[in-house]
């Protein structure tokens, strides 16, 4: 091949680092543009996870209340992302507050106080999550992504997450609409919200807003208050003291451990709710976007967690309604303010939960050498591994935040819960001498 073949040649390669051609040529909007949508979808991105945080514990259902977790954490993340490129759009970073204090931030505001179960999935997957995908396809189709290529390649990784939630949300609302009722407060709910999303012009603003509008009356009070207790629907049976439910009938000692190990997993959610109240109502100016991100993902993983218990169960023919739920963990922990809840999570049950012998690798170990269940080895290196990460997740924001690195105070605190716990299960056994308590 001669110089001359081989320049013919690499004209024909892409031009533009495998932005499309066309694309690149177009004029798109400005910065100052950018910088407005960008806002826009940063906010109802945080407020998204927000709302997630708030309402999990309280969300009876277990399947929304996990995938409650997922929206929290992974919509935190787009949401930071987003509010750190606009930190390089010549720091419009300030749009941010700004545009939470107008229509957009009076819809979701009223998001956050949906009611009930049929009115939050409603919120979340007929209107939030629809109309956000919507305005990066609006955003995608004007900005240049040449010009603009770190906010759209943002953006196409937010839509893969949101498209996941969508898919969810169909799934999940057409089984919460066979009910005629759900169908009809559904629909109600839908418009309430979307009259208030048509006064803000709709997420990116870029809507006509109708003439003469008036909204229906607000429900939204000052501040949405988190319950006491952490919510089961109708199929489960709640239990207050921990006590493990017994093995199935015959089985071995290490079947019998193994059975247990497979209940306790199941019933992380409740760790997965204490995350979210914790993220919620953490008041701390100096808290910012870390923080939420790594309780979020705290959360996650809890609830992923309790999904592996889920998923192992289920090899024992049992569904997770079938077994105890244990709801005991928010009686004894939500009274206490958030620093000292998350101290009871992070400090006094995951740091000694590293020990070796026992601990998360001796569970590993069990699993996979005595048990030999194939599924729970998995389950149990992963949640091994999850819970060094939260080991580091509490002395970053209770050791190094909350008590300025004073590592005393933190354990001092965390065994202030221990004794909490045990006083308070000691007078619930007094009250109910029927139940067994552990």
């Not at 004894?332 to 620093?339: C, V």
């Not at 809840?341 to 400090?347: E, G, P, Q, S, T």
């Not at 924001?397 to 004073?406: C, E, N, R, S």
């Amino acid at each position: 091949m001669n110089a001359d073949s081989d320049t013919e040649l690499y004209k024909q390669l892409p031009a533009f680092a495998g932005v499309d051609a066309d694309a690149a040529h177009r004029i798109g909007a400005s910065v100052e543009q950018c910088a407005e949508w960008l806002a826009r979808m940063a906010v109802v991105l945080r407020e998204l996870s927000r709302i997630a945080n708030a309402r999990l514990s309280s969300e009876p259902v277990l399947e929304l209340k996990v995938m409650y977790s997922r929206m929290a954490h992974e919509s935190i993340l787009n949401a930071a992302a987003l509010e750190r490129r606009l930190d390089e759009l010549r720091s419009q970073a300030h749009r941010i507050q700004h545009t939470l204090d107008f229509h957009l931030g009076d819809a979701l505001r009223e998001a956050m106080f949906s009611p009930g179960t049929i009115g939050l999935a409603t919120a979340f997957f007929r209107v939030v999550v629809p109309d956000l995908l919507q305005a990066i396809e609006t955003y995608l189709a004007a900005t240049n992504p040449l010009a603009d290529y770190e906010s759209v390649r943002l953006l196409k990784h937010a839509r893969l997450d949101l498209q996941e939630h969508r898919g969810f949300g169909d799934e999940a609302m057409v089984v919460l609409l066979t009910s005629l009722a759900n169908t009809k407060a559904s629909t109600d709910w839908e418009h309430h919200l979307r009259q208030y999303l048509s006064r803000a012009g709709g997420i990116l603003g870029d809507q006509p807003i109708p003439q003469h509008i008036k909204l229906p009356q607000p429900i939204a009070e000052e501040d949405y208050r988190v319950g006491a207790d952490f919510a089961r629907d109708a199929r489960f049976s709640p239990i207050v003291p921990k006590v493990v439910p017994p093995a199935p009938e015959g089985a071995s000692p290490v079947h019998a451990e193994l059975y247990e190990m497979m209940w306790r997993r199941s019933q992380e959610t409740t760790a997965a709710e204490l995350c979210a109240t914790v993220a919620y109502e953490w008041d701390d100016d100096d808290l910012g976007n870390d923080f939420l991100i790594d309780m979020t993902r705290h959360g996650w993983d809890e609830a992923r967690h309790g999904m592996f218990g889920r998923a192992a169960l289920q090899t024992e023919g049992k569904q997770i309604w079938e077994v105890p739920a244990w709801i005991g963990y928010a009686r004894h922990t939500m009274p206490a303010p958030p620093p000292k809840r998350y101290a009871h999570l992070a400090v006094a049950t995951e740091m000694p939960a590293m020990k070796h012998p026992g601990g998360k690798r001796g569970q590993w170990e069990f699993c996979r050498d005595q048990a030999q269940h194939p599924l729970m080895t998995t389950f149990q290196d992963f949640d091994w591994a999850d819970e060094v990460n939260h080991v580091h997740f509490g002395r970053r924001w209770l050791i190094q935040h909350y008590f300025k690195g004073d590592r005393r105070k933190a354990l001092e605190l965390g065994d202030e819960t221990v004794r909490d716990r045990q006083a308070f299960y000691t007078q619930y056994a007094a009250e109910h001498p029927e139940t067994d308590s552990l």
